[in-house]
């Protein structure tokens, strides 16, 4: 196998597609299958299955997956170590951001990042935190800000802890089950705190509600007036409405961490030691 068939091969793991894959190695399809029958060829069987919903790997396929991905993970911090030689930062990061932390976040600190650091290659990704973490444990991000709580055996950094509100616009807070309730979708620690405090408050089963997608389109009917919703302080920085702070029944506040998630061995690469602290320093958000 080449340093090319490493990198096919962890590819089709990323995207389980053939054609995604093709698009993302620059490749035809036809040539793609190609070079797929000769590693098969090579291993003396079958790696893959196809399939409609897109492709499976076989038991052997997996160990291959398994040793192209670390292979390529080797590789790649070789060439990223021996770049740190010279005097400027440089070199890739991979990047993922929550979906709600991104909204606020993002463009602010990729912007700077850059312009302090043009010879990095950035590559982002934005996701709820869940799909985030799954990326981290199977190497596919150098780093992830992540919201909620998950296990993580790497270098773990808190960058906030915010407040969690009720927000809303012209209506009596006593009397919430009248009105409207704006959910949301969002990871399942938040969602599971969310359902937890509704049903604290008897407001779980006998409020009306909607579900949004996501946390701006969720904070643009809150400003519309059209209902009330459970909000992060992120989503709430420049709100003029009516916010009250939450608590559980025990007195325990409804607090929302993020955190910075990091590869082990990662940690040591100076573009990622300079993101780290210029993200610190531009958000640690005090309680």
């Known amino acids: 196998m080449t340093d090319k068939d490493y990198l096919i091969i962890s590819t089709l793991g990323e995207t389980r597609n053939i054609t995604r894959a093709a698009e993302r190695l ?20 079958a790696l893959l299955i196809r399939a409609h919903q897109g492709i499976f790997f076989t038991d052997a396929g997996e160990q291959v997956l398994a040793f192209c991905r670390n292979t390529v993970a ?33 463009a602010e600190q990729l912007t700077a990042y850059h312009k302090t650091y043009p010879n990095v290659h950035l590559q982002v990704s934005t ?10 444990l199977d190497g596919s991000l150098d780093l992830a800000i992540i919201r909620g709580e998950y296990s993580w055996d790497g270098p773990k950094y808190l960058l906030a802890r915010e407040r969690v509100y009720v927000a809303y616009y012209n ?26 405090w509704l049903r604290e408050k008897n407001l779980h089963s006998n409020t009306s509600q909607i579900c949004v997608d996501n946390i701006t389109t969720c904070r ?5 007036g059209m209902g009330w919703a459970i909000l992060p302080e992120i989503a709430l920085e420049d709100f003029s409405g009516e916010k009250r702070a939450l608590y559980f029944n025990d007195g325990t506040p409804f607090i929302r961490c ?24 531009k958000d640690k958000a005090p309680l």
Do not use: H, W
């Open 26 to 45: 620059f490749m035809t399809q036809s040539a793609l299958s190609k070079r797929i029958k000769l590693i098969e060829q090579e291993f003396g069987c």
């Open 220 to 224: 643009q009917l809150v400003d519309s």
């Open 127 to 136: 996701d709820q935190s869940s799909q985030l973490y799954n990326q981290m």
């Open 258 to 281: 993020t955190y910075i998630f990091v590869q082990n061995g990662a940690i040591q690469l100076p573009q990622i030691k300079c993101f780290i602290d210029l993200i610190t320093k």
């Open 171 to 196: 209506m009596n807070e006593q009397n919430l089950s009248d009105n409207l309730y704006i959910n949301r979708k969002t990871d399942p620690y938040l969602t599971n705190q969310m359902i937890k």
């Open 74 to 106: 080797g590789l790649n911090t070789v060439k990223q170590q021996l770049e740190t030689e010279t005097n400027q930062i440089s070199g890739t990061l991979r990047i993922g951001y929550s979906i709600s932390y991104g909204t606020y976040r993002l």
